[in-house]
T-cell receptor, first 113, second 110 residues
Framework: QKEVEQDPGPLSVPEGAIVSLNCTYS??????FMWYRQYSRKGPELLMY????GNKEDGRFTAQVDKSSKYISLFIRDSQPSDSATYLC?????????????FGKGTTLSVSS | DAGVTQSPTHLIKTRGQQVTLRCSPK?????VSWYQQALGQGPQFIFQ???????QRGNFPDRFSGHQFPNYSSELNVNALLLGDSALYLC?????????FGPGTRLTVT
């Protein structure tokens, strides 16, 4: 079993839809959770960073962590064609700078206008 | 403020050759981590450099080595290239728990 599981999709939605992206993990030591967005042939861009369980909102994006279920989610409201990208979840057990991040495979999202 | 920069953008090498990739961290960041991203996969951690020393290493062979310079920039060296080393190599810089990635170097081994 991989440490982090993420459905690769692809996921196709119409513009304006609410998108739900999810990851599950097996290592209970993970406490720091991130979502990155990666456009084709580019580097990942940090979208959200959360610590432990709970919700965090930033504009159209909401990150949710449920440590009891080992499940994290990213919600995108009012999705736009510019949101079309691959979304990677990542997590770590430690907060130190540069510590190893464990990534999911990424979910490819396509938003049509 | 320039973000993380990497060079070169693309590189084509032959099996058995050696390659050096370069990374300049975001201003104010002193820690550099390197990741390998194969096609259709998430990035995999190679190693981390802080204060010019390798502080943490992932499950990669000794063919992968690195260096950090006093100005915090870093190099990744890969010796005896294999076809399986073809990937996007990403550099991430950080000063705290958030890591910011560069655009990557796409390495093709033929």
């Amino acid at each position: 079993q991989k440490e982090v599981e993420q459905d690769p999709g692809p996921l196709s939605v119409p513009e304006g839809a609410i998108v739900s992206l999810n990851c599950t993990y097996s290592n209970s030591a993970f406490q720091y959770f991130m979502w990155y967005r990666q456009y084709s042939r580019k580097g990942p861009e940090l979208l959200m960073y959360t610590y432990s369980s709970g919700n965090k909102e930033d504009g159209r994006f909401t990150a949710q962590v449920d440590k009891s279920s080992k499940y994290i989610s990213l919600f995108i409201r009012d999705s736009q064609p510019s949101d079309s990208a691959t979304y990677l979840c990542a997590m770590s057990a430690y907060p130190q700078a540069g510590t190893a991040l464990i990534f999911g495979k990424g979910t490819t999202l396509s938003v049509s206008s | 403020d320039a973000g993380v920069t990497q060079s070169p953008t693309h590189l084509i090498k032959t099996r058995g050759q050696q390659v050096t990739l370069r990374c300049s961290p975001k201003s104010g960041h002193d820690t550099v981590s390197w990741y390998q991203q194969a096609l259709g996969q998430g990035p995999q951690f190679i190693f981390q450099y802080y204060e010019e020393e390798e502080r943490q290493r992932g499950n990669f062979p000794d063919r992968f080595s690195g260096h950090q310079f006093p100005n915090y920039s870093s190099e990744l060296n890969v010796n005896a290239l294999l076809l399986g080393d073809s990937a996007l190599y990403l550099c991430a810089s950080s000063a705290d728990s958030e890591q910011y990635f560069g655009p990557g170097t796409r390495l093709t081994v033929t």
